[in-house]
């Protein structure tokens, strides 16, 4: 069974870090593209950063850019979201997805095939 596992959520306070993995389980993620997404209460999904199967092309939406870092590490078939001078803003759970073909466009939620379950961020003072 192929399953996606986030973990490393939790209450920071603004300013603070987090990192945050998604562990593969029933699958390799070496072929995959990986995305983490994330979703505050009444808000759509919005693509947070991604990372292509080799590792070497990222992407990053513009407000989490300079302050989170993708990466992946296949030989522990983990990706992991740093996530670092937190803000109140980023409160949303977070999600890491994983789609096997390659992608123009990693940000926009819809081309995943597979998705976790979720990790809760909540920063606050």
């Known amino acids: 069974q192929l399953q996606l596992v986030e973990s490393g959520g939790g209450l920071v306070q603004p300013g603070g870090t987090l990192r945050l993995s998604c562990a593969a389980s029933?699958?390799?993620?070496?072929?995959?593209?990986i995305g983490w997404f994330r979703q505050a209460p009444g808000k759509e999904r919005e693509g947070v950063s991604c990372?292509?199967?080799?590792?070497?092309?990222?992407m990053y939406a513009d407000s989490v850019t300079g302050r989170f870092t993708i990466s992946r590490d296949n030989a522990k078939n983990t990706v992991y979201l740093q996530m670092n001078s937190l803000k109140p803003e980023d409160s949303a759970f977070y999600y890491c997805?994983?789609?096997?073909?390659?992608?123009?466009?990693?940000?926009?939620?819809?081309?995943?095939?597979?998705w976790g379950q979720g990790t809760q961020v909540a920063v606050s003072s």
């Open positions: 029933g699958f390799t993620l070496d072929d995959y593209v």
């Open positions: 990372i292509s199967d080799s590792g070497r092309v990222t």
């Open positions: 997805a994983a789609v096997r073909r390659r992608l123009s466009m990693c940000l926009p939620p819809d081309p995943y095939d597979y």
